[in-house]
């Protein structure tokens, strides 16, 4: 049986924290999806720019039209991996925006069901916020900065 001291209210708490749980670990797997498309999308622009360089290293005079073509075709390719990473990259700065809003309406939720906790003192005091309750920004920062160091403006592929 249960303890006959929990209420109700200790139990929704509970359940309140174990969601936030559960959403902060599905936002730091969807900053580590993001991350890895970033990292594989850098290696191979990396390593388009590596053979566009073999071709632009050759005189004009000494090309064939297909070293011209060649390199039209990955211009074309980098160009669109470029633009794929923008995209993702404005899809992540998204998420941030859409997880920061969803953080304070729970925050507020939580504060307009639980507005109080008074101690045995009897002086009113907020609820200690778990570190599940907290934002997952420390995460989220940490992931725009690993996609603003790589292909970003500080990485040297660009």
Not at 30 to 57: A, F, H, N, P
Not at 66 to 75: F, G, I, M, T, V
């Amino acid at each position: 049986m249960a303890d006959s001291t929990i209420t109700v209210d200790d139990i929704e708490g509970e359940l309140f924290k174990i969601e936030r749980i559960r959403d902060v670990l599905v936002r730091r797997e969807s900053e580590l999806r993001y991350m890895m498309d970033d990292i594989q999308l850098c290696k191979e622009i990396t390593r388009l720019k590596k053979d566009l360089q073999k071709l632009v290293s050759i005189p004009d005079n000494d090309k064939s039209n297909e070293d011209w073509q060649k390199e039209e075709e990955l211009l074309q390719q980098i160009h669109k991996l470029v633009e794929t990473r923008d995209f993702l990259v404005d899809d992540v700065e998204f998420e941030r925006l859409r997880e920061k809003e969803e953080d304070k309406e729970m925050a507020d939720f939580l504060e307009s069901k639980f507005p109080r906790n008074m101690k045995k003192t009897g002086v009113p005091t907020r609820r200690a916020t778990s570190r599940a309750q907290q934002t997952s920004s420390p995460f989220t920062k940490t992931g725009l900065t690993l996609l603003k160091e790589c292909c970003g403006f500080t990485c040297s592929i660009m």
